[in-house]
């Protein structure tokens, strides 16, 4: 004859502590005092030599997140008309062929923006630049040169079959 067993769990539904005395008892790792390496905190007197060994204990190691974004430093046009003589002087905007021609990365910067009003005609490098700022260039008479991103590597990674 075959004698079904009833879990403990389920003798024990209604009853307040399941079988463990006291509310707080059995509740998890903070009853049995953490998980892993817990307890080597300020109090942790035992452990702490332990850990001051491995230089590693503390801190994130690994790999990199994926799609980590350039940071952007931003300048905008009414930096380079309000500078406009300071910069020539450096030699960071030359003239060509009727254009103030400035690379913004020279300046240290990698994103235009268009904040200000501009009077001259501009040639501007630069790696990223804001669509307002992209008119009011246009309208001025002068041009943005942003360099393309190459496609082909990321279009050849999607058709490699694994």
């Given at each position: 004859m075959v004698v079904y067993k009833r879990?403990?769990?389920v003798k024990l539904r209604g009853s307040k502590t399941h079988g463990w005395g006291a509310?707080?008892?059995?509740?998890?790792?903070?009853?049995?005092?953490?998980?892993?390496?817990?307890?080597?905190?300020?109090?942790?007197?035992?452990r702490k030599p332990s850990n001051w060994k491995n230089l590693k204990y503390f801190?994130?190691?690994?790999?990199?997140k994926k799609?980590?974004?350039?940071?952007?430093?931003?300048?905008?046009?009414?930096?380079l008309e309000d500078n406009f003589d300071n910069l020539i002087s450096k030699k960071l905007i030359t003239e060509?062929?009727?254009?103030?021609?400035?690379?913004?990365?020279?300046?240290?910067?990698?994103k235009l923006l268009s904040t200000g009003?501009?009077?001259?005609k501009f040639k501007i490098q630069a790696k990223y630049a804001s669509n307002k700022a992209l008119e009011k260039i246009k309208k001025?008479?002068?041009?943005?040169?942003?360099?393309?991103?190459?496609?082909?590597?990321?279009?050849?990674?999607?058709n490699v079959s694994v």
């Open positions: 879990k403990k769990r509310k707080k008892k059995h509740r998890g790792k903070g009853n049995k005092g953490g998980s892993g390496r817990a307890g080597s905190g300020k109090r942790g007197d035992a801190g994130k190691y690994g790999f990199k799609g980590l974004k350039e940071n952007i430093k931003a300048i905008n046009l009414s930096y060509q062929g009727g254009f103030f021609f400035i690379d913004i990365s020279k300046l240290g910067y990698n009003k501009i009077t001259k001025a008479g002068g041009e943005v040169i942003i360099p393309e991103v190459k496609k082909e590597v990321q279009e050849e990674s999607k």
